[in-house]
Every structure is written in structure tokens, then in C-alpha cells.
């Protein structure tokens, strides 16, 4: 006698589901790209976007956080949540001037002097800037905007007695190039740069107005004029998700 094993029917399988968090994340985007939440705009409090979702607080900060892992929003703490403005491709030339980078984007911008002090020179801005250890230098605190939105923070290190005065020019034009001019320096160039990417400290993040929790691009470079004769060491963070750094062949 002969038996048969019928096979057995497989289980149906049942369509995925998908979460309320990644249903409200995908309304919260189609709302953004309809202009619902323009660029630059404050997101509704959790509170209020729970109510309006039917939905608990938890399940609001999950949508929010994945949507600006995406780059869509960012976080600020103490502040809200806003939707990101854009992102920017700067190009990285010999000759940095910050106007002329935001206008090859096509985008305005300033600098703006948030601080400066007389420091004495450590060992890696002695030695950028071919000065012996200990001398004193200009810093300058700044914060590099465009269209209101920062871009970058930095840290600018000059000779003294040479850029003595240098602070006031710029405060006034908004430009560290008109600064070298007025301070006999036509012209000048990057002699090298150094970029990586980390977690920013917390006040850089503050002056970034985004988290600390989002990386940032650092970038340590020297300038030099023309008789190569180092003038500024700089080290700059740039917001990650709103800038790209285009590093250009010598000129």
C-alpha cells in the first residue's frame, strides 16, 4: 500500500504594515515638499503634532528624528524643530574669499565677528603660521552666514603686530579680504587645508544653531601672501548637512 504526503499549504502571508511613525514621517515630508512648512519654518510643538496625528509624543520624536536624519529638519535644542533651508556646494579654491565662494552658488552672505581676543601662539598655530612660540595673535571669532543661515564658525589666527587694526575692518565691511587689503596685502592664497569630519564641540553647535549631535566638517587651513609669508591660520566648522566642500585644482 502506498501512502501520499499532501503538501503542506503554506501560512498567507500578510502585507507589511507600516508604523504610524513612518506614516506620519511620510505626511510631515509630502507637507514639506508642498510648502506647507517652507524652508526655515518652525514645526509644531510634539505636543501639538500628537494631537493632531492622534498619536503619543514618543511616536512624534521618532518621525521627526528620522526626518532629520534625512536632512529635511533639524533640531535645535531649547529652540524647536525647523525645516532645513538648503544645502550648498562651496568650492575650495587657492584664492578663499567667502562672498565670492557664496556667489559662484548664487547666494548672498556675510561675516560676522562674534569675538576677538589677544592670544599667544601654541605650538600648531606657531608653526602655521612660522611665528615662534607664544607670540601674540589677533583671533577672531566668526560666524560665516548665507541668506540668515550659518554656515560655518571659525577661529582665525593673525600675526601681530603686522594685522594689528585688522578687527575693525572687518567688523565694518564684513569681509577679513578687505581687512589683508587695508593691512597692505592685495592678494593671497591657501597654502594648505586639512579637512575630517567629527562631532562638534557645544559651542560650535550653538553658533551652528544645529545638535550636537550631528557632525560637522572640520577644516584647518593657512594662508599665505604672496611672498609666502603665512598671514592666518584658520580653523572653520562647517555645517555637514548644509554644505559641501568642493576641493578645485590649483589655479
Do not use: K
Amino acid at each position: 500500500m502506498t501512502s501520499t504526503i499532501s503538501p503542506i499549504a503554506p501560512l498567507p502571508v500578510r502585507a507589511p504594515r507600516d508604523s504610524f511613525w513612518t506614516r506620519i514621517a511620510a505626511e510631515l515630508a509630502e507637507a514639506i515638499a508642498r510648502g506647507v512648512y517652507p524652508p526655515g519654518q518652525r514645526l509644531p510643538s510634539e505636543h501639538a503634532l500628537a494631537e493632531q496625528f492622534g498619536v503619543n509624543r514618543h511616536t512624534i520624536r521618532r518621525s521627526l528624528a528620522n526626518l532629520s536624519s534625512q536632512g529635511l529638519l533639524r533640531v535645535t535644542q531649547g529652540s524647536g524643530t525647523y525645516v532645513e533651508e538648503f544645502a550648498v556646494d562651496l568650492a575650495m579654491t587657492r584664492r578663499p574669499r567667502h562672498h565670492q565662494r557664496l556667489a559662484l552658488a548664487g547666494l548672498r552672505g556675510t561675516l560676522e565677528v562674534v569675538a576677538s581676543s589677544t592670544v599667544r601662539a601654541n605650538a600648531a598655530q606657531a608653526r602655521a603660521l612660522a611665528v615662534p612660540l607664544r607670540s601674540n595673535l589677533l583671533c577672531l571669532n566668526v560666524i560665516g552666514q548665507a541668506e540668515g543661515q550659518p554656515l560655518h564658525y571659525s577661529d582665525r589666527f593673525f600675526p601681530l603686530p603686522r594685522f594689528a587694526g585688522l578687527e575693525a575692518v572687518v567688523r565694518e565691511t564684513g569681509s577679513i579680504t578687505a581687512g589683508f587689503v587695508a593691512h597692505g596685502v592685495d592678494d593671497y592664497t591657501r597654502r594648505d587645508s586639512r579637512i575630517t569630519a567629527q562631532m562638534p564641540e557645544p559651542h560650535v553647535a550653538v553658533h551652528l544653531r544645529q545638535s550636537a549631535q550631528r557632525p560637522v566638517l572640520s577644516v584647518e587651513s593657512t594662508n599665505v601672501d604672496p611672498a609666502g609669508v603665512p598671514i592666518e591660520y584658520a580653523h572653520a566648522w562647517f555645517a555637514g548637512d548644509r554644505v559641501a566642500l568642493t576641493v578645485t585644482p590649483d589655479e
